[in-house]
T-cell receptor
Framework: EPEVTQTPSHQVTQMGQEVILRCVPI?????FYWYRQILGQKVEFLVS????????KSEIFDDQFSVERPDGSNFTLKIRSTKLEDSAMYFC??????????????FGEGSWLTVV | GEDVEQSLFLSVREGDSSVINCTYT??????LYWYKQEPGAGLQLLTY?????DMKQDQRLTVLLNKKDKHLSLRIADTQTGDSAIYFC????????????FGTGTKLQVIP
């Protein structure tokens, strides 16, 4: 079964450093997302991406964050200058957007980011 | 904004049925989902229900939706130890870009 894949599975970075989290959404999906989950807390929406542009973003997704789809398969989340409070599990997700299961969102295994 | 609430913890004996409840506030929700998260793992989609349905059954899973009360439940029949995990209720709003709002998660503990 097709799946969303994420790399790295775990990254430790120093405060102030830039981090890029990578995702390969399911082929032929049209909508892409990033969510995050701080340890022990809710899964929170960060950003959605459709037709090569951000379609919606939350207040968490400030100027430190950016997303990109550099080629036909990858979808990346960049955090420019990491802060301690950015430590969380970051989930990438994708959705077909059309068809019978068009509104089904599939998540990757997550990238655990630790900022020290 | 949208809000999704769940009880935090549920403990059941192996072989019994589990019922996990969820309430939401967005009356224009289009789809409602149940995801399972095992320790240290990702979010596994278990099942979903369209907002114009009352019930959906999928093997051991039964989803009930009371749209009037904005109440969603997940029943797991013959609960097994492998069902121990955190279960998240989530709703998709009607905003057009398919953003999903998650509940707080219910930790299900299955006692052998």
């Amino acid at each position: 079964e097709p799946e969303v894949t994420q790399t790295p599975s775990h990254q430790v970075t120093q405060m102030g450093q830039e981090v890029i989290l990578r995702c390969v959404p399911i082929s032929n999906h049209l909508y892409f997302y990033w969510y995050r989950q701080i340890l022990g807390q809710k899964v929170e929406f960060l950003v959605s991406f459709y037709n090569n542009e951000i379609s919606e973003k939350s207040e968490i997704f400030d100027d430190q964050f950016s997303v990109e789809r550099p080629d036909g398969s990858n979808f990346t989340l960049k955090i420019r200058s990491t802060k301690l409070e950015d430590s969380a599990m970051y989930f990438c997700a994708s959705s077909p957007g059309t068809g019978g299961s068009g509104n089904t969102i599939y998540f990757g295994e997550g990238s655990w980011l630790t900022v020290v | 904004g949208e809000d999704v609430e769940q009880s935090l913890f549920l403990s059941v004996r192996e072989g019994d049925s589990s019922v996990i409840n969820c309430t939401y506030t967005d009356s224009s929700s289009t789809y409602l989902y149940w995801y399972k998260q095992e320790p240290g793992a990702g979010l596994q989609l278990l099942t979903y229900i369209f907002s114009n349905m009352d019930m959906k059954q999928d093997q051991r899973l039964t989803v009930l939706l009371n749209k009037k009360d904005k109440h969603l439940s997940l029943r797991i029949a013959d609960t097994q130890t492998g069902d121990s995990a955190i279960y998240f209720c989530a709703e998709m709003d009607s905003g057009g870009y398919q953003k999903v709002t998650f509940g707080t998660g219910t930790k299900l503990q299955v006692i052998p």
